[in-house]
């Protein structure tokens, strides 16, 4: 996944917003559906790009 495809998933996010979802997707993962697995990572590589 690149950075156009993240923006594409997560949208424009400010940074805050992004960590927040990182945090929250990543409290029980075994929970996420295949959806919001992929938020996840646009969100952790958004957040390492910005």
Avoid: C, F, H, Y
């Amino acid at each position: 996944m690149d950075i156009n495809e993240a923006k594409k998933i997560v949208g424009n996010q400010p940074r805050w917003a992004l960590q927040n979802m990182v945090k929250a997707l990543s409290m029980l993962p075994v929970l996420n559906t295949d959806e919001e697995n992929k938020r996840l990572e646009a969100a952790k590589i958004g957040l390492r790009k910005k």
